[in-house]
């Protein structure tokens, strides 16, 4: 059967701590294909909002939502055109703690300028924000990229990022393939219920 | 809800590949809590081996499997004395390639000589063997203690062997909780079907 895919595990990981109705974050757009699953996830009633630098990245995700099946079961989504480390200004305040998920997948748009990278420093303000948004037992799941240019040096601080998290905060884990140290790999963090 | 520990990470990744009346080896039999869950798992009709290299250990083993519930749906497990490294040819030949699934959860008896541990040349030497004995599409589980005496280098040549094992041959992946560099991990192979 194989194991799941980085990305297919971060879907499973995010759909086990979301219900419809929900808000969930999609932290960079890129060409929408997660920006739909999270709309298919929560459904109608849920709230979506879609991060992305480029316009070209946005334009692109709205015509994949338009042009996808069974518009009457996805919410409207909020194209957002703006740096994801601005997530905790840039959505509805009533929204901030309440978030089931937010979701990153680094490195460049596919098929777009590849000049234009998620950068360290902005990646980890936009971790940090997502924790901050997230409600207690949400999830931020990101996919990292170490065979892309710039971006190992992204992927070891995510991964140190996650290890200096403090326990009482959220939990972190790792999955990854060790015989493709290049391929893309996935760091999870759940916050912590209150307790 | 958390993420799934590492072991019980290891025993879904097991029963996604295993049915009722399959073959299945602990090679680590310790206190024979793993042996009774993979005993469950496949049933009265199916197979289990549990080796360990302590009598101590076996006895352990065989008084949890007598002491459970439910004797008439366990299958008569096998306890074998011997180092797991020699577990192909200690298993009967018509298990051999027939394998669901192989256990391994490392380091030392609980509460037993902390000094007997195992070691990783035997160590990598029984993984081999666990591949060899797997039919194709099972599973070998390696639960590694980095912060045991002598688990970090052994973690490390477990790691090393399955990154080096050809993606023709099986798909190696592991699970690990970045906050805590010292805490049981697991390193989990899929052996390829064949194409």
């Known amino acids: 059967m194989g194991f799941l895919s980085v990305l297919s595990m971060a879907h499973k990981w995010i759909a086990e701590r979301t219900a419809p109705g929900d808000t969930v974050i999609d932290a960079t757009a890129g060409g929408g294909v997660d920006t739909l699953a999270l709309a298919q996830l929560v459904g109608p009633k849920g709230t979506v909002y879609a991060f992305d630098i480029q316009q070209e990245a946005l334009d692109r995700t709205r015509e994949r939502l338009l042009s996808s ?67 207690p037992g949400g999830i931020v799941t990101c996919v990292l990229y170490p065979g892309h240019p710039g971006g190992e040096a992204e992927a070891e601080a995510v991964e140190a990022w996650a290890a200096q998290l403090p326990q009482s905060v959220a939990q972190a884990v790792t999955y990854r393939q060790p015989q493709r140290p290049a391929a893309p790999y996935l760091v999870a963090v759940e916050k912590r219920s209150a307790s």
């Not at 009457?72 to 703006?82: I, M, N, Q, S, T």
């Not at 200004?89 to 937010?102: C, F, K, L, N, R």
Request: hydrophobic share 50%; proline share 4%; glycine share 8%.
């Open 69 to 135: 099946a069974g518009q009457d079961k996805l919410p409207a989504v909020k194209l957002v055109l703006e740096n994801h480390a601005h997530m905790a200004e840039a959505i509805d305040s009533h929204h901030a703690g309440q978030t089931a998920a937010v979701m990153f997948n680094l490195g460049y748009l596919p098929g777009g300028d590849q000049t234009v990278i998620t950068e360290p420093a902005s990646t980890i303000a936009a971790l940090h924000a997502a924790i901050a948004v997230l409600r």
